[in-house]
């Protein structure tokens, strides 16, 4: 079985009025290679006649960004032409790449009507080949989504990329990262095997679960070694997690606010052109 190297805990940070919690980075783990960030928003109820998310236009560059709707939607807009509506249970991959401007908030009918909300995102870096390639976003409602059944139903596993068995998710990740979302009954169980040379991303967004026989409660990031390839899980009571692997880029990483590089001057040269308009310009 694999071996767990630590187990984090998200911290709160707040937004606005937006409950949230940071799952990477903290102070206890700055990045699981290529997996940068996870900022977990809500589970919160909004009152009619609400700001809904505070998420106005900002741009980016050097990575992407996966959204996972559980409670509530999204209204996604940007300048490479990107638009839509997402409701829970979908999914938004956005490859911001040589840079976009873009912007999150809610639907006009969630700020009117109000809701539940609870919303993930993650961020993915990109190697340095493929940093400024030409920016991209699909959005995937929740029927869009595959979903693979195991251990009489008691375990779903909605696949958003690389493959889980015979079933192939519907996003091509330019860097073969393999992404899931699984919900789990009290007492589901599953087995996965992930090749040793690979860093996993283990979530666990509600819920508690027993993983490698370690208990790990919701809130929390599962870091493991490069040693093994066997995960086995089972639900202690019911439980929802993100559960995801890639290769390490092994490259260096530069982040400053919207931006992630390799270099110092990668960075200023992503701000100048921002400036400059070379992300496009906001007319939303």
Do not use: C
Request: charged residues 20%; glycine residues 10%; without cysteine.
């Amino acid at each position: 079985m694999r071996k767990i190297k630590d187990v984090y805990n998200a911290v709160p940070a707040p937004i606005a009025d937006l409950i949230t919690y940071r799952a990477l980075p903290t102070q206890e783990v700055s990045y699981i290679d290529p997996f940068l960030f996870l900022n977990h928003h809500g589970p919160q109820t909004y009152k009619p006649g609400n700001r809904g998310l505070p998420f106005g236009p900002h741009p980016h560059r050097g990575f992407e960004t996966l959204t996972f709707i559980l409670e509530g939607d999204i209204m996604h807009q940007d300048t490479g032409g990107g638009q839509s509506v997402i409701e829970a249970g979908g999914v938004q991959w956005m490859t911001a790449g040589r840079g976009l401007i873009h912007a999150e908030i809610s639907s006009d009918k969630f700020k009117r009507e109000g809701g539940p909300l609870e919303i993930l995102q993650l961020w993915f870096n990109l190697p340095a080949k493929y940093k400024m390639v030409a920016p991209n976003y699909i959005g995937l409602q929740k029927n869009e989504l595959p979903v693979v059944t195991e251990d009489e139903g008691k375990v779903r596993i909605t696949v958003i990329s690389g493959t889980w068995g015979d079933v192939k998710g519907p996003i091509d990740s330019l860097s073969d990262i393999s992404m899931n979302s699984i919900a789990l009954d009290k007492g589901g169980r599953f087995t996965k095997h992930v090749a040793s040379a690979q860093n996993i991303f283990f979530y666990v967004v509600r819920g508690a679960i027993l993983v490698n026989g370690e208990t790990v409660q919701k809130l929390n990031l599962v870091e493991f070694q490069n040693e093994g390839e066997e995960l086995q899980v089972e639900a202690l009571e019911d439980a929802y997690l993100l559960l995801g692997h890639a290769q390490p880029f092994n490259e260096p990483v530069v982040s400053q606010g919207p931006f992630v590089m390799n270099s110092e001057e990668e960075i200023r040269e992503a701000y100048r052109d921002y400036q400059l308009g070379k992300m496009g310009s906001w007319e939303g």
